[in-house]
C-alpha cells in the first residue's frame, strides 16, 4: 500500500538548534515529494519540493530512495519556524494524487 | 489574486442531519480537492475534480458523501446524513494543470481557510 509516515507528532527544538522533520514512505516508484506547513491562523500552504531542489526560509530536504526516506532539515531553528509540518507524496497510478503525512508539530523554544 | 474560497466557516449539525460545504477555486485552476482532516490527523484525500470530472474518489464515502462541480468551477459537498465520526475540518484546494507532457499533478496545492464541521 501507499503510505507515507511522519514518526513524531512533536519536535521541540531549542531557537539556533538543528531541526529534523523525518519522513517515510513507502511506493514502488519514484514519487514526487513535497513539504507543506501551516503556520497558526494560516492556511497549508506548499513549503518546497524536491524536484526543485531549492532551499526556502533555510529548509532543505534530500530525497534518499534507498531509505525511501524525504527528511526536512535547517542548521539554525528560527522561532518563526514553529508550525504544524507536512509530509506529502505524489502517488497515484498516474502521479496524480497528494496524499499527507499525519503532521509533526515543530515548537522551537526561545 | 483571490485565493480559495471556502463557506460556511463553522457548522454545527446534530447527527442524522445534512450539511453542505461550498468550495470557490482559484481562477484558472482546473484540479479541484476536498480533502477531510480529522483532528490530530493529515489531511485525506476525499474527491479530486479535473474541471467538472472525476478523477479520483476511491476514498469518499458514498452511501452519505457526495460531491459535484458543475461547469468546472464552484463545487459543494454534501453529507447525508451525518455521523459523529464526520466531526472535522473540510479543506478545499485547487492547482493549475501541468504543462503537457510534465505529469498529471503539479504537486503545488493552494487551500482554502476549510469549514470546522462539529456533529453532536
Known amino acids: 500500500a501507499q503510505r507515507v509516515t511522519q514518526p513524531e507528532k512533536l519536535l521541540s527544538v531549542f531557537k539556533g538548534a538543528p531541526v529534523e522533520l523525518k519522513c517515510n514512505y513507502s511506493y514502488s516508484g519514484s514519487p514526487e515529494l513535497f513539504w507543506y506547513v501551516q503556520y497558526s491562523r494560516q492556511r497549508l500552504q506548499l513549503l518546497l519540493r524536491?524536484?526543485s531542489r531549492e532551499s526556502i526560509k533555510g529548509f532543505t530536504a534530500d530525497l534518499n530512495k534507498g531509505e525511501t526516506s524525504f527528511h526536512l532539515k535547517k542548521p539554525f531553528a528560527q522561532e518563526e519556524d514553529s508550525a504544524m509540518y507536512y509530509c506529502?507524496?505524489?502517488?497515484?497510478?498516474?502521479?496524480?494524487?497528494?496524499?499527507f503525512g499525519s503532521g509533526t508539530r515543530l515548537s522551537i523554544r526561545p | 489574486e483571490a485565493g480559495v474560497a471556502q463557506s460556511p466557516r463553522y457548522k454545527i449539525i446534530e447527527k442524522r442531519q445534512s450539511v453542505a460545504f461550498w468550495c470557490n477555486p482559484i481562477?484558472?485552476?482546473?484540479?479541484l480537492y476536498w480533502y477531510q482532516q480529522i483532528l490530530g490527523q493529515g489531511p485525506k484525500l476525499l474527491i479530486q475534480?479535473?474541471?467538472?470530472?472525476?478523477?479520483?474518489d476511491s476514498q469518499l464515502p458514498k452511501d452519505r458523501f457526495s460531491a459535484e462541480r458543475l461547469k468546472g468551477v464552484d463545487s459543494t459537498l454534501k453529507i447525508q446524513p451525518a455521523k459523529l465520526e464526520d466531526s472535522a475540518v473540510y479543506l478545499c484546494?485547487?492547482?493549475?494543470?501541468?504543462?503537457?507532457?510534465?505529469?498529471?499533478?503539479?504537486?503545488?496545492?493552494?487551500f482554502g481557510e476549510g469549514s470546522r464541521l462539529t456533529v453532536l
Open positions: 524536491h524536484i
Open positions: 506529502a507524496p505524489l502517488l497515484g497510478s498516474s502521479a496524480s494524487k497528494i496524499i
Open positions: 481562477s484558472g485552476h482546473a484540479t
Open positions: 475534480f479535473q474541471n467538472n470530472g472525476v478523477v479520483d
Open positions: 484546494a485547487s492547482s493549475l494543470a501541468p504543462p503537457p507532457g510534465q505529469g498529471a499533478q503539479t504537486g503545488e496545492l493552494f
